[in-house]
């Protein structure tokens, strides 16, 4: 891919940026272009279908990512953090099943206690489907399993960032 833009890049240049042409729609570069999408459709590459991740594989990650919480004296605020943000990130991602980049934009007004205090209620606006700017609402319960329940790692992520001097009352969630 590298050697792609780069070689677009000198076309680019030689093409000069500052001309009264636009140089993207040089025929050079059409002409490019056309030669290395009929080169990448020409390979022998069958697309393959994604591997669901099922519950018992799950577990492994976010045991790694607790190990590396439960040795983290070592680590700089920035890296623990990261560790609590990224594992929490994934385990909510789990039990929603929605796609991560709503999830990653997920603001902080978007998520709310539930009263009884025992889960949460996440309301994401769709942005990459047809029904942009609805919502799409999940509500957390606790799970049995408390080292992958979602309502666990989101009250751990609170509590840390809390702790850390993170402000969760504007902006992006995670």
Same mark, same amino acid.
């Given at each position: @891919?590298?050697? +792609? ?13 500052? #001309? ?7 025929? !050079? ?21 994604a &591997? ?9 990650? +976010?045991?790694?990512?607790r190990?590396? @919480? ?12 990261? !560790? &609590?943000r ?5 385990v909510?991602? $789990? ?9 990653? =934009?997920?603001? *902080?007004?978007?998520? $709310? ?6 889960? $949460?209620?996440? =309301? ?7 029904? =942009?700017?609805?919502l ?12 992958? *329940?979602? &309502? &666990? ?5 609170? =509590?840390? *960032?809390?702790?850390? #001097? ?6 992006y $969630?995670?």
């Amino acid at each position: @891919m590298d050697s +792609i833009i780069g070689k677009l890049r000198a076309i680019y240049n030689r093409l000069g940026r500052f #001309g009264h042409v636009n140089p993207v729609s040089h025929s !050079l570069i059409k002409e490019y272009l056309k030669f290395t999408t009929e080169e990448q459709a020409g390979l022998a590459v069958t697309p393959k279908q994604a &591997v669901p991740l099922f519950f018992t594989k799950f577990k492994s990650p +976010i045991g790694h990512f607790r190990k590396k @919480m439960a040795a983290s004296a070592s680590l700089s605020l920035v890296s623990k953090y990261i !560790l &609590v943000r990224d594992a929490t990130f994934f385990v909510v991602d $789990f039990f929603t099943g929605d796609r991560a980049s709503d999830l990653g =934009r997920l603001s *902080c007004n978007q998520v $709310f206690r539930l009263r009884d205090q025992k889960g $949460f209620l996440i =309301r994401l606006s769709l942005t990459k489907t047809v029904r =942009r700017g609805s919502l799409r609402e999940f509500v957390l319960v606790p799970f049995r399993d408390p080292d992958v *329940c979602p &309502v &666990v790692w989101l009250d751990y992520y609170v =509590r840390a *960032c809390q702790a850390l #001097g993170v402000s969760l009352s504007g902006g992006y $969630f995670f």
